[in-house]
């Protein structure tokens, strides 16, 4: 004789019992991957973020043109040159003499600011930067490219003469970088 094993609290027995458990974990894994698949989309299309390929860039070559650096500051110029060539190469955006497309421009200001100070010397600086570009287009109308102007990173001023001036070199470096990468956005999006 055969004996049916129920559970005595629900009455039903194992066999339905492991089916409606299974299921419940299906639809469960069927609402969050429903749930996570329109989170992903809402964040990715709300919040004005966009994929850019390289078919959607406005043109694939540009020619970095002259970049006058009217600081005291030396070496600017070339600084920013790396630094906006490394940025447009890793967007996509290839770097050639022959583009009909042309980034110029200065760099007008360049001047350290203290933060802070410690025991009357000053123990963290700010580096500004303030420059203006300017795309020029291969039927020659020209551009003034977005947020060209005030760039600030800190850097701390303890420690000996060559500690400082490095940190000034390297907070100079990271300006540039954050200066080529507004350049580039405003050549990407148009803005």
Excluded: W
Excluded at 9 to 32: D, I, M, N, Q, Y
Excluded at 41 to 50: K, R
Excluded at 82 to 97: C, F, Q, T, W, Y
């Amino acid at each position: 004789m055969k004996m049916k094993v129920k559970n005595s609290h629900l009455g039903e027995s194992p066999e339905a019992t492991k089916l409606k458990v299974k299921s419940f974990f299906k639809r469960l894994f069927t609402v969050f991957f429903l749930f996570t698949i329109h989170y992903s989309l809402f964040t990715l299309s709300g919040c004005g973020y966009t994929l850019q390929g390289r078919d959607m860039l406005p043109f694939t070559s540009v020619k970095i043109g002259r970049i006058e650096n009217k600081t005291f500051e030396p070496k600017l110029e070339d600084k920013f040159q790396k630094a906006l060539a490394d940025e447009l190469i890793r967007n996509g955006i290839m770097i050639s003499k022959s583009a009909g497309h042309v980034i110029s421009g200065t760099i007008n200001n360049f001047s350290l600011k203290p933060l802070s100070e410690k025991e009357g010397v000053a123990s963290e600086y700010e580096v500004i930067i303030k420059a203006k570009f300017f795309l020029t287009s291969p039927d020659g109308k020209v551009k003034e490219l977005r947020n060209s102007g005030v760039f600030t990173v800190s850097f701390s001023g303890l420690g000996n003469i060559e500690n400082i001036v490095a940190a000034k070199e390297q907070a100079a470096e990271t300006a540039m970088r954050n200066l080529a990468s507004e350049i580039r956005a405003g050549i990407v999006y148009g803005i």
